[in-house]
């Protein structure tokens, strides 16, 4: 699975449209890549694009690790991450962990930039999940829209663990 993802996400590259911009080349993207554009997609672009700015990033410059909760229905959520800072496993710069996040968190992505060092971990909390279910609801355009507007979605710290 990982290798079929990682071919996907390399083809997407090579198409050009990893700088996506506008919301129909995300979901046009996302779609692509993932297979679906659900909710947690653009939540992951969302966490992606956020810590590439804050971490001064180029693209290719994160690297990533992907702990998913115990209520969440799957790990898309990274695929997002991954689509915004072109990390991948086929670079070995994304992996979902074997732990699990703790109590209370639907995703925690631990985000480090390859150059510097200085990483970030991102928090969504279970709350989040009937909000980013009913998104899969909206059109697709609007799937991109709501968790980019979306206040507090996630909590963000300094994370210097190596």
């Known amino acids: ?18 700088n996506a911009e506008t919301p129909l080349e995300w979901v046009q993207l ?8 659900g909710g947690f997609i653009p939540a992951g672009i969302r966490i992606g694009l956020d810590a590439q700015k804050r971490l001064k990033a180029e693209p290719r410059g994160l690297s990533v690790v992907y702990y998913q909760g ?5 790990p898309c959520i990274v695929d997002g991450v991954m689509l915004a800072t072109q990390a991948s496993p086929g670079q070995g710069t994304v992996s979902v962990a074997a732990a ?14 390859r150059k510097t060092g200085e990483g970030l971990r991102y928090t969504v909390g279970d709350d989040w999940l009937p909000k980013m279910l009913a998104w899969n609801k909206l059109e697709p355009e609007k799937r991109f829209e709501a968790p980019m507007a979306a206040e507090n979605m996630y909590s963000v710290e300094a994370d210097s663990r190596p």
């Not at 699975?1 to 990893?18: E, P, V």
């Not at 996302?30 to 554009?37: A, C, I, N, P």
């Not at 115990?70 to 799957?74: E, F, R």
């Open 30 to 37: 996302g779609t692509r890549v993932h297979g679906f554009f």
């Open 1 to 18: 699975m990982k290798a079929a993802l990682a071919a996907a996400f390399t083809f997407a590259l090579l198409a050009g449209t990893a």
């Open 100 to 113: 699990k996040a703790p109590a209370g968190a639907l995703a925690v992505i631990a985000v480090r930039n």
């Open 70 to 74: 115990v209520k969440a229905p799957c």
